[in-house]
């Protein structure tokens, strides 16, 4: 996206504003009109007085709080070691060659998979979702930041220790500014497999937690409930993903 | 590789006693060998048996109740076919829908941000609604697995069209091309690229997809054995499971890797 003015993110924005209009007529067309079953699409009316209701009344404090309490540990504990684990990997040539592929090769089977062994070793609650996403978002950290320390230039070391930089010097005004594009990218990926595998796994099984609303409500057949979860869950997850663009625009207008 | 800079090697080299690593094969060999063996060790020296259980007894849970019990390897059976379906459907749904999006600028610019905005929805989200829609057995599994695995196909389809070199297309107008050549000899090879690039990760999605539905319904198939076995604490046939089913996710991925590297060399 080297010429994205001002303008095309307007016109990206209209566009994306106009297909949510669209949708919506649609979906009154749907439920008003067509009379589509109220099962699968409930009218857009009764979503919005089940969501008011669960904004006005609180009922959705105590899952959201969960859910974000077990992605901010989750994450926490991904980005420390995978950027540990990344760091001390790409340390080595030999370690890389050894090791890479085999995360490389982890990350390409769904982790999802292994997600019954979480429960059976966390139990239900919130601890095996902190497990599984920090499993899920461990892979991609370490992979970016074995690229990022890996791919440094030959030249900018070789001429950093010919003027006589120490190991701590070399790392901190070589190494890190040079990794720290890639492994950004990676913590950036990292983030969003954590929220997605922690919500995935509390819709799996669990007590608490935004998932879990949602599968519970679809479990009694709430359809009006489960739909003002859902969009709920959407509305978050888009300020998050919101909320790190800004950040990311931010590093690199530091950067330069 | 630059930033070696373990102390050790320098050391050695200094010595001039450079032993030669093992190659990292036999490396990556040795260190699975090992974490089996410590396994194997701790399952039988200090694992509770309702959770840990030894290598060997997974082996022997793997070809005495998954692979023989018809249920469990119809299960399996049944997952496979799912993931093959919903794949051949993501293909077929998301290959026209991305040459249309990235067909002219126009179109691009009006319903690509529609596909960005539908890719950044965590689609886990709309589980439940899936299994509602299309109910416990195959239907919602593999609808669920087709909504993972058309987006990585569209994005990158329309990154393909989007990206062809406009120099190439220049010049094979100026040597007197027509539209249809262009697109034959000039667009068309470089849409293929990105898309087995798209197909790769549609895979992963697919299997993530169907992975999820099969987990989450609880009352048939792989989700239905996996409770099983978490509830009544039998660990063994639960790992021998997941190792074949992990087994599965390998040999897929590599299938497409292979496919996608077969494609870049065909084009040179």
């Given amino acids: 996206m080297a010429a994205t003015t001002a303008r095309e993110i307007l016109g990206t924005r209209a566009i994306q504003a106009g297909f949510i209009a669209g949708g919506m007529a649609l979906w009154y067309y749907a439920t008003d009109v067509a009379g589509v079953s109220h099962l699968f699409l409930p009218k857009i009316g009764s979503v919005y007085r089940e969501l008011s209701e669960l904004i006005v009344k609180g009922a959705v404090l105590a899952p959201l ?13 991904a ?23 085999v995360f490389a090769g982890m990350f390409a089977i769904p982790i999802t998979l292994f997600f019954p062994l979480f429960v059976l070793y966390f139990g239900i609650g919130a601890e095996s979702k902190i497990a599984y996403g920090a499993a899920y978002a461990f892979f991609p950290i370490a992979l970016n930041t074995i690229a990022g320390f890996g791919n440094v230039e030959r030249r900018l070391i070789d001429s950093a220790r010919s003027m006589g930089a120490s190991d701590a010097q070399l790392f901190r005004r070589v190494l890190l500014p040079a990794a720290f594009p890639v492994i950004l990218t990676g913590l950036r990926i990292g983030f969003f497999i954590c929220f997605a595998s922690v919500l995935g796994g509390e819709t799996l099984l669990s007590r608490t937690g935004l998932g879990h609303q949602i599968a519970y409500a ?19 997850s888009t300020s998050l993903n919101a909320l790190v663009s800004r950040i990311e625009t931010y590093q690199q207008r530091w950067q330069q | 590789m630059s930033a070696s800079l373990d102390a050790a090697t320098a050391g050695r080299l ?23 063996a410590l396994w194997e060790f701790y399952a039988r020296m200090f694992g509770d048996p309702a959770f840990v259980r030894p290598p060997t007894e997974v082996v022997h849970a793997l070809f005495g109740k998954i692979l023989a019990e018809d249920t469990v390897r119809q299960a399996i059976l049944l997952t496979f076919w799912e993931l093959a379906v919903a794949f051949a459907l993501a293909v077929a749904i998301a290959l026209p829908v991305g040459l249309v999006v990235g067909a002219t600028r126009f179109t691009h610019r009006s319903l690509f941000p529609v596909v960005l905005l539908l890719y950044a929805i965590p689609q886990v989200t709309v589980l439940p609604l899936f299994i509602l829609i299309f109910g416990l057995g195959p239907a919602g599994k593999i609808a669920f697995g087709v909504s993972h695995g058309v987006f990585p196909i569209v994005v990158n389809v329309v990154a393909g069209l989007r990206n062809v070199n406009p120099l190439f297309v220049n010049s094979a107008r100026s040597m007197g091309a027509n539209r249809l050549q262009i697109v034959r000899r000039v667009v068309l090879p470089s849409v293929i690229g990105s898309f087995f690039a798209g197909l790769r990760l549609s ?35 639960l790992f021998a499971l997941i190792t074949v089913l992990a087994l599965m996710a390998i040999a897929l991925n590599e299938a497409v890797r292979r496919a996608e590297l077969r494609s870049s060399r065909w084009r040179g």
Avoid: C
Avoid at chain 1, 218 to 236: K, N, P, Q
Avoid at chain 2, 16 to 35: D, E, H, N
């Fill in chain 2, 14 to 36: 200094a010595r001039g006693a450079a032993r030669r690593p093992l190659p990292p094969v036999f490396a990556r060999l040795a260190i699975l060998i090992a974490l089996l």
């Fill in chain 1, 218 to 236: 679809a479990e009694l057949m709430e359809s009006a409930r489960m739909y003002a979860w859902i969009v709920l869950v959407i509305v978050i």
């Fill in chain 1, 65 to 77: 709080r969960v859910t974000l309490t077990s992605v901010a540990i989750s994450y926490f504990i």
């Fill in chain 1, 79 to 101: 980005a420390v070691g995978g950027i540990g684990a990344g760091y001390l990997v790409a340390r080595s040539a030999y370690l890389v060659r050894v090791l890479e592929p």
């Fill in chain 2, 203 to 237: 895979m992963t999605m697919t299997l993530l997809g169907v992975l999820l539905a099969e987990l989450y319904v609880s009352t048939a198939g792989i989700g239905y054995f996996t409770q099983l076995y978490s509830e009544t604490f039998d660990p063994a046939p």
